[in-house]
């Protein structure tokens, strides 16, 4: 294997001499004509393209076809030596068709040519020189820049205009473009050079150079002309104004003051010649290095190698690490950073600066109803790790900024990665405040008003954002009663399982029915949702929560929705002596509780206790340690069995079975974790094992529903 550059026109070249011919399993050429305009633009401006695969071979190792064309080669000499394009045929067909006439050296036969060219590389490309407000190439003063490389693609991409060639017959009187114009003018014996002269002049007059044209005469001719139009309409501009005529020709000229005084118009006329001919000759050298000197880079490899070719194009396409949309977005948000002069902060650090700056914000009453107020922590939360913030929370972001940026109705293509990379860098960096304070917010909201502990705790993401499109209105976020109508969404949407099929459009749904219900504009549309709550059949009956149906498991977002609902119960420890309340707040901060009378302090971390212990089961005694048995389908799994409490309870308890345990624990806490009653809890006489645990479990199943049911009565009220 070896890495080869080779300039453009040499490509041109040896797929001319079916030295490099497309293998017959390429796909055919899909690119529509933005991909190959945005390819153009990357490639005017020095962007590297990526890597072309290619590998030896000979003429017969496959069937294969010219690039660009739809049919087959016939190669005749079987032996003949070639290489195969195996990545890169988007790029390389697409690059040929802009920067060649595909219809040149058989203009005669231009409609048999026509039909085998692919249908998508039917069209011609110009640099159209419009006054655009990047001056990409100099035109509207004729001083061409220093170096193309300082421009980006956007940039220049207004300038590249496509015709396409559609008719093979057309009779147009503005089909000078058309390969139909050449054969019809030499079939009139017109000459060569006066056809390329007439072509030149309809260019001219449109002011656009023919990217097709470049190898030959006929660009050089188009830039030429375009310069001389460009220089009279500069002289007849500034007239007499000397001010504005130095200022068009001191660069090119430093004496040209001297000259206007001494009124020297023949030392004048020669500053305007020269500064048209330079641009035309800086113009004209630019595009002919584009094919020159400007190197593609191609992994070349051995035919003994075609194994690890497949490997490689895996690679190129497949990746190890893939650039994400966030990093994309990133990258363009920089472009219009650069231009306010704020090139050094990237999007990235205006993003953690926003939640550095709510940090120091305390949370409103209407969030956390508590004497203290508190603050919140990026790091407790799971937004940011390390100093980077986390996967979860950049994806959310695009969602967020690309419905902040909708002009029109919101719909499921409003949502995504697609929706985010369509946005400009304008409006990426003017609405990315707002969105980091929606999403915060949302976050905040969910973790104190509804447990959550962290962002990867929260398992359907998109309920983020009719959350965060509320929440972000400073009226929603202060107004208790609003924050208890999305908490009342929240919890009905989630126990009856709204969000576990079909996401994106529910989702959209909810922004706008939320803010409806939230705003008193409409009536409770989400009641039928409330009356799903734990009884949404295979998602979250008692059946299934109970483990007794065994065809259909519990998904995390219930095991996890039941643990963080109790903790906004306030729930005491499962400490006897002292008590200890547990909240979210203090979990995610494993904060020190003091204990009375100087005992010293429990540290607020966290564990799933399995109220009924694992190592009560006869079948874990027999079989199974319970280590591994926790991540298994019995029935003491099941998240009705299960409760949050802190560590040192949890090792404390150990393996007493409840019955021990259980005593002494205050009603409080019993009724805070939805425990039944202590008499309930004994296994009764001549009760089976496994009746028992089902017996307990819909008891508690039952308890959770029924407070559930009232606090969402409350909220919604």
Known sequence: ??????????????????????????????????????????????????????????????????????????????????????DGQQRASSLKAAFTDLFEDNIENWERLWDNYENGLLNRWFLELKHYSIDAFGFQKLKFPENMKCFEPDDVFPYIKS??????????????????????????????????????????????????????????????????????????????????IVELLEWKEPSISDYIESKD????????????????REMQTYLESLIKEKT?????????????????????NEGGTKLAAYDLVVALAAKEQRRQGDGTRSLTKVIIDTI???????????????????????????IIHAGNLVKSFKQEYLNILSLLSCSTNITTSSVGNAAALKLNSATINANTP??????????????????????????????????????????VWNDVKKINKIEYWYWSSLFSGAYRENQKEICVEDIKDLGNFVNGISNNVFSSREDKIFNEQGYSDVEVLT???????????????????????????????????????KA????????????????????????????????????????????????????????YITKTANNIIGAQCISVYMKGLSNYSLQAHCIPAVANLNQKANEKEENYYVRILKERFNYIKKEMVEELRILKE
Request: proline share 3%; aromatic share 8%; glycine share 2%.
């Open 1 to 86: 294997m070896a890495l080869k550059e080779e300039a453009l026109d040499k490509l041109f070249q040896q797929v001319e001499e079916n030295k490099i011919i497309l293998p017959d399993f390429q796909r055919e050429f899909v690119w529509d004509e933005s991909k190959q305009k945005g390819l153009i633009a990357s490639f005017l401006v020095g962007i590297p393209i990526n890597n072309f695969l290619r590998i030896g071979g000979f003429a017969n190792d496959f069937t294969a076809k010219k690039l660009c064309y739809k049919s087959q080669v016939n190669v005749n000499i079987t032996s003949e030596e070639c290489s195969y394009l195996l």
């Open 163 to 244: 015709v396409s060639i559609k008719e093979k017959t057309s009779k147009d009187k503005e089909y000078w473009y058309h390969p139909a114009y050449q054969a019809d003018q030499l079939n009139q014996k017109v000459k060569n050079y006066t056809i390329t002269n007439n072509i030149a002049d309809q260019a001219a007059k449109r002011d656009m150079i023919p990217l097709y044209g470049i190898k030959g005469e006929l660009s050089k001719l188009v830039i030429e002309k375009i310069a001389e139009k460009r220089r009279d309409q500069l002289k007849a501009s500034v007239k007499d104004e000397v001010e504005s």
């Open 265 to 280: 118009e023949e030392a004048i006329r020669k500053a305007w010649d020269r500064l048209m001919n330079d641009w035309c």
């Open 296 to 316: 593609l880079v191609f992994i070349e490899l051995e035919k003994n190698e075609l194994a690890r070719a497949i490997a490689i194009f895996k690679s190129i």
């Open 356 to 382: 550095r700056e709510m940090e120091k914000e305390k949370l409103p009453e209407s969030i956390i109803q508590e004497a203290v107020q508190e603050q919140f922590s990026a790091e407790y939360l799971g």
């Open 434 to 475: 707002e969105a980091v304070k929606a999403l915060i917010r949302a976050i905040i909201f969910l973790h104190v008003r509804c447990g959550l502990l962290n962002l990867t705790n929260l398992q359907y993401q998109l309920m983020l954002l009719p959350i965060a499109l509320m929440v972000k209105d400073d009226d």
């Open 547 to 585: 483990r007794v149906n065994k065809d259909k498991k519990v998904v995390k977002a219930i095991e996890n929705g039941i643990l963080n609902y109790i903790l906004t119960r306030c729930p005491s420890d499962f400490l006897k002596t002292y008590d200890v309340k547990l909240t979210s707040r």
């Open 588 to 643: 995610v901060k494993k904060h020190k509780e003091t204990l009375p009378n100087g005992k010293g302090n429990v540290s607020i971390q966290l564990e799933i206790h399995h109220i009924i212990p694992l190592a009560s089961s006869e079948d874990i005694k027999i079989k199974e340690s319970t280590q591994r048995i926790r991540n298994t389908d019995h029935i003491l799994n099941s998240p009705l069995n299960k409760t």
